[in-house]
């Protein structure tokens, strides 16, 4: 006889059993490695890219970050020697006076492009006086006159010793500011070429033409058959350019 419907059995379910399953745990971890390696190759390939564009990056390809800082400046270039006075002279023949004035030409288009006042002394072969006395006494007065921020002379060095090298830049004794602008220009320059130069005062014509502060940048030697090479490439002239540019700019921002 069938049972009423309340006195039926009431029947508990089963509890499922998990069995423990080595090879799907196995896969589990496995997947849960790769993603993990996945992961940290993503995060060494971001860290690389980034040391690699610390590593691509220098100044003499970059362009100055403050352009502000020399848009209201006033600068006079002097380009050493001309004329019937060309200075020193490499062992190839290369002239200092032609080599101050490309120098220069281009250190004129860099500040021009950071929105600097440039004031040249010369712009062309020739020398500005009839006498070397009269040359020097013209260039004195264009600086005096020019209501400037600061000069800049472009020469080239030489040196009874072939093997000496590297740039050099010269300030007037005394002169605080001179010597700022001195070792920013020469630390640009050391870096772009790569070169080991320094900065020190002496007592020169042109250092002592006005009241603001002044540098002598000797770019390399001419004496040096090796530099004087490099000092006749226009690679290399316009680099000299930039690094000073970069120096001048980082005396006015600093």
Sequence with gaps: MEKPRHQMEVRTPRRRRYRFNPKKLGITLFSLGCLAVLIALVVQLARSEQTSAHANFSPESSKIADLGVLSDKCIVIDAGHGGFDPGAIGPSGVQEDDLNLKVSQYLKDALEDKGAKVIMTRSDDDAIGETKDEDMAE?????????SDIVISIHMNSHTEPSVCGPLVLFMPGSEQ????????????????????????????????????CVLVECGYLSNATEEASLARQDYQKKIADAICEGTAAFFGG
């Design 178 to 213: 001179g010597k700022a602008l001195a070792e920013s220009v020469i630390c640009c320059l050391n870096e772009f070429i790569n070169a080991d130069g320094g900065a020190r005062s002496e007592s020169l014509y042109i250092l002592k033409s006005g009241n603001q502060p």
């Design 139 to 147: 260039r004195r007065r264009i600086i005096e006159d020019s209501g």
